[in-house]
């Protein structure tokens, strides 16, 4: 492959973030704590992985134009919401987020409560803003991203994550909790990219099963980066999830044995776009990048 | 009048119970902490009263079926969300709601947070559900209540109300901020309903007024009685706001000024109904109800 994965995420990263400067509220303003807070989590340099594979699936099933920026947007501001959410005191209490302080602590607690309401609702307006998606596809994008990180997803993990921790390490329990609180949500972006594309039935079996693999193995992937990297490439504190008692995959099966599922999970992720022939090199690439990744 | 206000109220509130139980998930299941969050502040004995103006404005503008079933339910899983994080010890640190142990209360901060944020959640997944309104309808209704319940409507107003704890009274202050944290989130109950009857925009037009107007007197009226009430009747702490140097319409203009106010802004409301003649009376005796009531 001549074309470089990083130079492709840049340019579709380039593409996310002034989408994003466009659906986010201006600084300043009357009341203007609300916004910035808004801002400050939204434009902290995150990857922009899940836009990215929102674009790239919009890509491979053949979209065209720039219907997928408003599902991509809305899964970055979904993720940026978990985040702050997540590192509140009252969650996992962290200080520290793509090397700043996060939302609760740049601003306090109310405030990065209000922004993380504010960005998961500011997610389902802006795919349902008028004369951009069709309303069919703005419906079942609202669906597929409501699903995925609801009760029943992302939120359900997340709950289940908290109530599990300091139990015995259970690999069934520990694959319960990834493939909703990262599996699930990964896998929507994928999807609604695939959706904004007006993509038929068969593609989007393929990516979701895509998505579902390269979410699992992101999380083991992110799981092994706790215990082996370091804070300076993390930008968060890193050993924190052994240390609270959490459920990990490598605290379970080692984390030689985790790094090979993890490559067996990419390996048939990748396996399942066999269909797509050279189309599938970007979404191919990102995969290989989800467990090779420094931070 | 014949028909009773109350009796009107009841039916509606028991088709609204009905699929609220429909729509939420069962109690039980492997991790059920954070549904039975989610249940247990949804079932806690609520007046209702956003889905049943759905409902009301539904019916006047000709609404037939139970089309208004779904936004009328999500216009309360938006509100429980509200209130469980409002009540967080974070924002207004409440102990009690409507009689009971707030949410963080009877669970804990961490599922309070995720349960009010399954529940915003859900709001959008049932709207957009697949089968039950067309999607037109469904994309408009999922834009009005991210639109009025965002950073530029109720939750802006949470925030302004926040930064401005402690400051000097100012009546166009309160206006803003009542505005955008209870008129808006009103406004959108009375809108959603007559979106789901495909209404015309004249309607749309005068049952805004109306929504907005009942939205600051709703507002007023509750100023009043966190002052005036009991905390049995309100089921909830009383005197908090004043106590926390919170701006409130009759703590700038005095009680009886504020009641006139709020009378007046009724007044308003119903006269923008004028055009609907008999159809009128539940939206009317709504209004009334809005500023006589006790709790």
Redesign the interface.
């Known amino acids: 492959m001549l074309r470089s994965l990083s130079s492709y995420m840049a340019e579709r990263r380039e593409l996310v973030e002034d989408a994003l400067e466009r659906f986010l509220?201006e600084p300043g303003g009357?009341?203007s704590?609300?916004?910035d807070a808004?801002r400050y989590s939204v434009f902290s340099g995150g990857k922009r992985l899940r836009p990215i594979l929102a674009i790239a699936a919009f890509e491979i099933v053949g979209g065209e134009g720039d219907a997928m920026l408003v599902p991509a947007c809305a899964t970055e501001l979904i993720h940026t919401?978990s985040l702050i959410?997540d590192d509140?005191p009252?969650?996992d209490d962290d200080d520290l987020r793509r090397g700043r302080p996060t939302c609760h602590r740049e601003f306090?607690?109310?405030?990065a409560?209000?922004a993380?309401?504010?960005l998961?609702?500011?997610a389902?307006?802006i795919?349902?803003?008028?004369d951009v998606l069709?309303?069919?596809r703005?419906?079942?994008i609202?669906?597929e991203?409501?699903?995925a990180?609801?009760?029943?997803g992302m939120?359900?993990g997340?709950?289940?994550d908290?109530?599990m921790e300091g139990e015995l390490p259970d690999i069934g329990a520990i694959e319960?909790i990834h493939g909703k609180k990262t599996g699930a949500p990964l896998a929507a972006a994928v999807r609604v990219g695939t959706i904004a594309a007006g993509a038929k039935s068969i593609d989007m079996e393929r990516l979701t099963k895509y998505g579902e693999q390269i979410g699992l193995a992101f999380q083991i992937a992110d799981d092994l980066l706790d215990e082996t990297g370091t804070a300076e490439e993390m930008g968060k504190a890193v050993g924190k999830d052994r240390g609270r008692g959490k459920m990990t995959y490598p605290a379970v099966v080692g984390a030689e044995s985790a790094m090979i599922r993890a490559q067996e999970l990419v390996d048939d992720a990748i396996r399942s776009l066999d269909a797509y022939g050279e189309r599938a090199w970007a979404l191919t690439e990102i995969a290989r990048f989800i467990v090779n990744r420094r931070n």
């Open positions: 509220p009357r009341y704590r609300l916004t808004m919401y959410h509140l009252a969650m306090d607690d109310a405030l409560i209000l993380g309401d504010a998961l609702t500011l389902f307006e795919v349902t803003q008028e069709a309303p069919e703005a419906a079942a609202v669906r991203l409501a699903g990180n609801g009760y029943r939120l359900g997340q709950a289940a908290i109530a319960y």
